[in-house]
T-cell receptor, first 115, second 117 residues
Framework: DQQVKQNSPSLSVQEGRISILNCDYTNSMFDYFLWYKKYPAEGPTFLISISSIKDKNEDGRFTVFLNKSAKHLSLHIVPSQPGDSAVYFCAASAGLNSGNTPLVFGKGTRLSVIA | DTGVSQDPRHKITKRGQNVTFRCDPISEHNRLYWYRQTLGQGPEFLTYFQNEAQLEKSRLLSDRFSAERPKGSFSTLEIQRTEQGDSAMYLC???????????????FGPGTRLLVL
């Protein structure tokens, strides 16, 4: 049973437009959420995170929104650039609730930004 | 700070052989994690250490897998009697955790890609 779901395997966006990547989770114990970006043959690179006490966190072109009641989070990238083309993973942990620090990942969404 | 490093980056082995991977975390990080990623999937947790203590192991970590972090610095992951199903990317991550503060960010290394023939 997948606790973190990224239902869109792929997404194509025009350069300069907004990219919205979605993630749903089922475990209500999750209280910390992260987005990672991954290029082929490399490890995931940390992008941005959000704690369950917040509903929005912004860092430059990247903004993460958290809707706890819907158990849903999204990553907005604006404006999208060709270098953003990669696989994006949503991850969650239940640290404060259970002391359980290992991350649970979704299957990823492949973003293609078209010039 | 050079980030998390892993060695080797690639390993091809024959079924039944033993392999060992090494991970060097970011120097001041006290927590170290091993994950495995197969094609089309996200990384899956295998095990983690806080300093030299191995605190949790996943059901994915069969008896053929063993991990150590002898001095609380680098870690090794050994797979004995490899099987074709062990073919995957093995990822190491590290983080700095303080006591009960567990909302820490994990930083990943480049991974070791294992192919078992």
């Amino acid at each position: 049973d997948q606790q973190v779901k990224q239902n869109s395997p792929s997404l194509s966006v025009q350069e300069g437009r907004i990219s919205i990547l979605n993630c749903d989770y089922t475990n209500s114990m999750f209280d910390y959420f992260l987005w990672y970006k991954k290029y082929p043959a490399e490890g995931p690179t940390f992008l941005i995170s959000i704690s369950s006490i917040k509903d929005k966190n912004e860092d430059g072109r990247f903004t993460v929104f958290l809707n706890k009641s819907a158990k849903h989070l999204s990553l907005h990238i604006v404006p999208s650039q060709p270098g953003d083309s990669a696989v994006y993973f949503c991850a969650a942990s239940a640290g404060l609730n259970s002391g359980n620090t290992p991350l649970v990942f979704g299957k990823g969404t492949r973003l293609s930004v078209i010039a | 700070d050079t980030g998390v490093s892993q060695d080797p980056r690639h390993k091809i082995t024959k079924r039944g052989q033993n392999v060992t991977f090494r991970c060097d975390p970011i120097s001041e990080h006290n927590r170290l994690y091993w994950y495995r990623q197969t094609l089309g999937q996200g990384p899956e947790f295998l095990t983690y250490f806080q300093n030299e203590a191995q605190l949790e192991k996943s059901r994915l970590l069969s008896d053929r897998f063993s991990a150590e972090r002898p001095k609380g610095s680098f870690s090794t992951l050994e797979i004995q009697r490899t099987e074709q199903g062990d073919s995957a990317m093995y990822l190491c991550a590290s983080s700095l955790g303080f006591g009960t503060s567990v909302q820490e960010t994990q930083y990943f290394g480049p991974g070791t890609r294992l192919l078992v023939l």
